[in-house]
């Protein structure tokens, strides 16, 4: 054994040629000698001395060679934990290089599915977490570890759901949730998009899991929704990986010649091979978008993040997808209340070719258009199999279908004050078919909520209804628009005078 070690002695000083050929010999005779004779601890002192040589010369291929070895034969050996406490020593040694550390946390976390039970994997995830941490140039593995590591705390916390309480599995989910918040990768400038915007859609749904929807909110908003609109994203992340990869035989033969950092400045490195595509990225997003807004109760943008999914490619191009998506805008523009935007969306959407398909929706649709008071226990009878059907998500809460009873008590208002300009509080509320108490309550709140004008006069009993008045900022905008069209027309008028004065050659008295 002395003798191998003196026969792998390096050369003295940095300039010094390397014999590289021999370098992997000597680390193969190692190996061999870990393995075949079982004498690990005298082949890593070996492999050691070797690598401190080969840093100290500050060699990057033969110390990145020497350094992984040390990780191989562990993991052949089966030997975690010193696996562990050699990625942990190998890291911290004095004037460690970067592309060792790159390179043995790379190689050791394809290891991460070897491991013989959960116990192990995760104390290799936390070791290797530990090790990256703070290091950019292995920024992007760390994230992946603490991806790996929280997707580990959630699948525990549902194994535990069968037989433990909730509390403890919510406390599981939270753990998960924390550990992926811990790592900001909108920051990474060397990740590829698609595996950014995956990271954040699996931080926001932990966050979501675990009633956090403030955070969720924050998080979702890292995501801007033209990311999804580029079409050259996933073509530029292919030909980064192409690059990559053609680059990765030249770096190994000029390995001998120069240094090469982990990671070139500016390069992008190809997404991981689980990271969903950009559509895919897309409809998870609104998915989870509409999980939000479901529990904020925002209707309009719940249909806003359908009509998102709709417009996909994908979505329209296939009728079992698009079918249940497009009933589901519509149900949530008739619970939406009324305003600018949701009149837009309604007629929008009530002119897409696709409803013809639909003729029931297309004629509830219709009801909210036309200008016509609707009945509501009609609207229940004509439309209680559809709700049924969405039982499980428009009209999974008791107050979803409170909140359309209102929207249609709001439409006949707003149909009322389009044909009356007074009228009596019986008459309304025989209009409305509702009590004269309730008649005034929901007139008043739309009155507030500023959706029309209107003034009870409660000892006669007469409502007025009025056109709003513009304010002052309005009108004086409305007064300078005039003023300007006028003076347009007299500077045209003067050009056209001048022009007749000259073809007939007439002078013009100031």
């Not at 992007?140 to 759901?161: N, T, Y």
């Not at 390995?255 to 991981?272: D, F, V």
């Not at 002119?351 to 036309?370: E, G, N, Q, V, Y």
Request: negative net charge.
């Amino acid at each position: 054994m002395e003798e191998d070690d003196r026969s792998i002695a390096a050369p003295e000083g940095k300039n010094k040629a390397i014999d590289y050929d021999k370098l992997e010999r000597d680390v193969d005779l190692q190996r061999d000698v870990a393995l075949k004779e079982g004498k690990l601890t005298e082949a890593l002192d070996a492999l050691l001395g070797l690598e401190k040589q080969m840093r100290l010369a500050a060699d990057v291929v033969g110390t990145r060679t020497v350094a992984v070895a040390i990780l191989k034969v562990c993991h052949e050996a089966a030997a975690w934990k010193l696996l562990n406490e050699q990625i942990v020593a190998l890291s911290k040694r004095r004037a460690q290089l970067k592309q060792v550390v790159a390179a043995m946390v790379q190689e050791a976390m394809k290891y991460v599915d070897d491991a013989p039970d959960d116990v192990i994997r995760e104390e290799l995830i936390k070791t290797l977490s530990g090790v990256t941490a703070g290091k950019i140039y292995v920024e992007i593995e760390r994230a992946r570890l603490v991806k790996r590591l929280a997707r580990m705390k959630e699948a525990e916390g549902k194994v535990k759901e069968a037989a433990e309480a909730m509390q403890e599995v919510a406390s599981t989910v939270k753990q998960a949730a924390e550990a992926m918040q811990e790592v900001a990768v909108e920051t990474f400038g060397a990740m590829a998009k698609t595996e950014k915007i995956d990271f954040i859609l699996e931080q926001v749904r932990l966050c979501l899991d675990s009633d956090d929807f403030m955070r969720a909110q924050i998080l979702a908003k890292k995501i801007s929704p033209r990311a999804f609109a580029s079409e050259t994203v996933e073509a530029a992340e292919k030909a980064a990986a192409a690059a990559a990869a053609a680059a990765a035989g030249e770096v190994k033969e000029e390995g001998k010649k120069k240094k090469k950092g982990p990671r070139e400045e500016g390069e992008i490195q190809p997404a991981a091979p689980d990271v969903p595509t950009l559509v895919e990225l897309k409809l998870k997003f609104y998915e989870l978008m509409i999980r939000y807004y479901t529990h904020a109760g925002d209707y309009l943008e719940i249909c806003r993040c359908y009509q998102n999914i709709y417009d996909t490619p994908d979505v329209k191009a296939d009728q079992e997808r698009w079918i249940p998506v497009l009933k589901r805008i519509c149900w949530y523009l008739v619970l939406a209340p009324h305003g600018s935007m949701q009149s837009s969306l309604l007629h929008s959407t009530f002119a897409d070719s696709h409803l013809l398909d639909l003729p029931k929706f297309r004629a509830l649709l219709k009801l909210f258009i036309t200008m016509e008071v609707v009945g509501w226990p009609q609207l229940q009878a004509d439309y209680g199999a559809e709700m049924e059907e969405e039982k499980a998500t428009v009209f999974h809460k008791e107050s979803a279908l409170e909140d359309l009873r209102l929207r249609v008590i709001q439409h006949n208002i707003l149909v009322v004050s389009k044909y009356y300009v007074r009228i009596t509080t019986a008459r309304l509320a025989q209009l409305l078919s509702l009590t004269a108490e309730e008649a005034e309550k929901f007139l008043s709140d739309m009155v507030v909520e500023k959706v029309l004008v209107a003034k009870i006069d409660r000892p006669a009993g007469i409502v007025t209804f009025g056109e709003r008045q513009e304010s002052g900022v309005q009108l004086l905008d409305k007064w300078a628009s005039d003023i300007s069209k006028l003076l347009d027309l007299v500077e045209t008028s003067c050009h056209h005078i001048h022009k007749e004065a000259m073809v007939h050659k007439v002078v013009l008295k100031t």
